[in-house]
DNA sequence: ATGGTGGCCCGGCCA
């Protein structure tokens, strides 16, 4: 089973984009962040005339989450309880094809300084508290979408660049740590321990093509779906040509019994 | 160089 997660920053502005790579990818699960669109606008049409049931948690022009299955979708739950009320449409859950699958859009945090900083902290401890109440470690999960956070020095271009600066910072890191303490596997990471690959660049100054980007896309599972992951890739391809998204798909391949 | 690019939707916010 192909699990995919893509922040295409805008769904109305990317259909034609995300209808090419669900094409040549073929993601049984796709999960979506920044879709920018209110409910009632989500294309659940075009996604069903590609064989895929479709579920959408978004209140118009910001954020706006969604998971894409052609093998199951139930069980849809949104967002993160009384926490998530102040913080928008950032969390969609489903069950598909025998995982726990959450998209979720974790707060951008703008600055260190910033009153949304210490709101993006107490999101990411808030989603670790969910995960507690309503899930297990050891059952097949996957946690995938935009965390804006890197999770070492390996996933930035340049970290003396981002001194200073939101996405690098130790308590961030400590906040996405404890999240894999209770039981998730970066499994890109694992799997690659060495590769400096990243999934988003800036659309300013050519970042894309001089490759300073940050891997900030992640998809995070349990340890019984990461024993089954065979294979794992950020799809440079999608960042390239008409109309990117400034985030590239990132997929993993989970052996099913 | 305190910019720059792109999406929301048309003035300014957000990333």
Redesign the pocket.
Known sequence: MRIATW?V??????LARVEEWIAYARPDVLCLQ?T??ADAAFPHGAFAALGYESAHHGD????GVAIISKVGLENVTTGLGSADDAEGTRVIGADCGGVRVLSVYV????ALDDE?YPAKLAWLARLRTVLEETSSPDRPLAVCG?F?VAPDDRDVWDPSEFTGMTHVSAPEREALANLEEWGLVDVFRRLYPDDRLFS?W?????SFHRHRGMRIDLILVTEVVAQQTTYALIDRQARKGE????HTPVFIDVAVD
């Open positions: 922040n920053n805008s769904l109305n502005a990317r920044e920018k669109q118009g022009r910001w954020n707060p951008n945090g703008r949304h935009d804006n988003w800036d659309y300013r100054g050519g109309k990117p998204s400034d």
